[in-house]
C-alpha cells in the first residue's frame, strides 16, 4: 500500500497549489479520502474529504471557497487545489485513505506561503 503525495512548495500569499495524491495497492474506488495538515506545533486538521464516488465532499471552515477537493477513481488519485493560499495555509500536507476500520496515510508533502 502506498500513498504519495505531491504539488507542495512555496508560493505567495495570494497564490495557488495543486495537490496530488497517488494511491497503489488497495481498491482506492471503495474508500473515503482526505487531505489533512499540520503546522508546526499544532495538531493535525482535516482540510477537506470526500466520498468514495466523490459526490459527497466536507470542507473545513478555513478553507471553505478557496480549496477543492477531488478525485479520478480511474487513476487512483486525489486532488487538493487551494486558491488564494493565506499564511496561515503554511503546513505538510497528507492524504489519508479510510474505508472502516482501515485506515492508510500518505508522508505528506510541504507547503510554505511566504512572500
Known amino acids: 500500500v502506498e500513498l504519495v503525495e505531491s504539488g507542495g512548495g512555496l508560493v505567495q500569499p495570494g497564490g495557488s497549489l495543486r495537490l496530488s495524491c497517488a494511491a497503489s495497492?488497495?481498491?482506492?474506488?471503495?474508500?473515503?479520502m482526505g487531505w489533512y495538515r499540520q503546522a508546526p506545533g499544532q495538531e493535525r486538521e482535516l482540510v477537506a474529504s470526500i466520498g468514495s464516488v466523490g459526490t459527497i465532499t466536507n470542507y473545513a471552515d478555513s478553507v471553505k471557497g478557496r480549496f477543492t477537493i477531488s478525485r479520478d477513481n480511474a487513476k487512483s488519485t486525489v486532488y487538493l487545489q487551494m486558491n488564494s493560499l493565506k499564511p496561515e495555509d503554511t503546513a505538510v500536507y497528507s492524504c489519508k485513505a479510510r474505508l472502516m476500520s482501515t485506515t492508510y496515510w500518505g508522508q505528506g508533502t510541504q507547503v510554505t506561503v511566504s512572500s
Open positions: 495497492g488497495f481498491t482506492f474506488s471503495r474508500y473515503v
